[in-house]
Structures are given as structure tokens and as C-alpha cells.
């Protein structure tokens, strides 16, 4: 069974442009979130989608980012304009809804964003 | 929310044990889990915690204390491919998946 699958791997772009990552779940994995790895410090939740509903963006900057998960599987996060605090990881991870065994969530390998 | 503190770095020699501690504020506690995370790649899940106690699970073991909003991961037996950083994460009751994570603790071991 494949992981959690992100692209792309790296990412390098000048300040003000766009960019888009994307994200393939775990396959029935209604659970997805997007969280985002400063250098040195744990992930931090962006957002968190119960099939294709974000049922929490609190600390999404909304002003620059959106994120979709349209059909409830695949889900795309974007910056637009990326600024140079921007650079980071960002991380994609799935779980089933009610995690009841404890295992937390799966994460992708990431996508590595610098803004130049 | 949730503070969570770890601390940042510890250093070790292979074939030892090491403990890092975790310690969490929360209003609300619904499990712990920790995360091995390698240089430039995803975490990884190591084990979870709800109750008081220790679970071991091979060279690791993770222990919880809910009234001091305390846990640790004990690793034993060290070796060089456990040179990683470890993540405290905290679940909050009533929000089912939603970790918020510590810093992470840098560990090398040495040989």
C-alpha cells in the first residue's frame, strides 16, 4: 500500500510568485491534514479536512493561503503571493476519523518550499 | 492549546540509554504520541500514550504521568541510525487527529 504521497519533493521560487503543493492520502483515509515545519521546530497545524470539509483552518493565513480537497481524497495547498517567512516544509499527513487505536496519522515525505 | 516543552538537544554514546522528557499543559488530554523524525525526512510514528504507565515496545518504551502532564521516551540500546529528533505531540480531547507538536529533541549518538 502506498504512503502518503506529496510533490513536489523540492521546491524554489522568487518572492510574490505562486506556487501549489499537492497531496495523495492514504487510500480511506477520510482524515487529511497540511501542517507546516519551520527549521528546528515541530509541525504546526495549517489545516485539517474530514473528507472533502475543512473543519479547521484557525491558523491558516487566509489572506495568502487556500488549500482544497475537492472529492474528498487528493488535496491541494497554495501560496499566492509566497513570501520569504514562507520557506519551510510542508507536510501533508492522513488518519482514519476516529483514530481509536492511537497510531496518530501517517505523514507524507513533505515538500521542501524556499522563497528567494 | 498546549505547551509543550522538550528539551532541545541530548547527546549519547551507542550502546547507552537515554531519556527525554516531555512535559505538557493542556485543557483538555485525549493521548500522546511520539514521532522519530530523520534530517530532511517525515515523521514517524513510535508510540502513544492515553493512560498512566509505560508502554515498551523493543528498544523503546514511553511512559505517561497525566497528573504531572508528563511523559518521557526511554531509548535503549542505542545506535547510530537513532541519531534523529523526537517529537512530543499532544491530542486534545474533542479533537480527534489534531496533534500539536513540541520542538522535537535533537539526539546524536556518538560513537
Known amino acids: 500500500e502506498a504512503g502518503v504521497v506529496q510533490s513536489p519533493r523540492y521546491k524554489i521560487i522568487e518572492k510574490k510568485q505562486p506556487v501549489a503543493f499537492w497531496c495523495n492520502p492514504i487510500s480511506g483515509h477520510n482524515t487529511l491534514y497540511w501542517y507546516r515545519q519551520n527549521l528546528g521546530q515541530g509541525p504546526e497545524l495549517l489545516i485539517r479536512?474530514?473528507?472533502?470539509?475543512?473543519?479547521?483552518d484557525s491558523q491558516l493565513p487566509k489572506d495568502r493561503f487556500s488549500a482544497e480537497r475537492l472529492k474528498g481524497v487528493d488535496s491541494t495547498l497554495k501560496i499566492q503571493p509566497a513570501e520569504l517567512g514562507d520557506s519551510a516544509v510542508y507536510l501533508c499527513?492522513?488518519?482514519?476519523?476516529?483514530?481509536?487505536?492511537?497510531?496518530?496519522?501517517?505523514f507524507g515525505s513533505g515538500t521542501r518550499l524556499t522563497v528567494v | 492549546g498546549q505547551n509543550i516543552d522538550q528539551p532541545t538537544e541530548m547527546t549519547a554514546t551507542e550502546g547507552a540509554i537515554v531519556q527525554i522528557n516531555c512535559t505538557y499543559q493542556?485543557?483538555?488530554?485525549?493521548?500522546l504520541f511520539w514521532y522519530q523524525q530523520h534530517a530532511g525526512e517525515a515523521p514517524t510514528f513510535l508510540s502513544y500514550?492515553?493512560?498512566?504507565g509505560l508502554e515498551e515496545k523493543g528498544r523503546f518504551s514511553s511512559f505517561l504521568s497525566r497528573s504531572k502532564g508528563y511523559s518521557y521516551l526511554l531509548l535503549k540500546e542505542l545506535q547510530m541510525k537513532d541519531s534523529a529528533s523526537y517529537l512530543c505531540?499532544?491530542?486534545?480531547?474533542?479533537?480527534?487527529?489534531?496533534?500539536?507538536f513540541g520542538a522535537g529533541t535533537q539526539v546524536v549518538v556518538t560513537p
Open positions: 493542556t485543557s483538555g488530554f485525549n493521548g
Open positions: 500514550n492515553v493512560l498512566d
Open positions: 499527513a492522513s488518519s482514519t476519523s476516529r483514530d481509536r487505536a492511537g497510531y496518530g496519522y501517517t
Open positions: 505531540a499532544v491530542r486534545d480531547r474533542g479533537s480527534w487527529g489534531k496533534l500539536q
Open positions: 479536512y474530514e473528507n472533502e470539509e475543512a473543519v479547521d
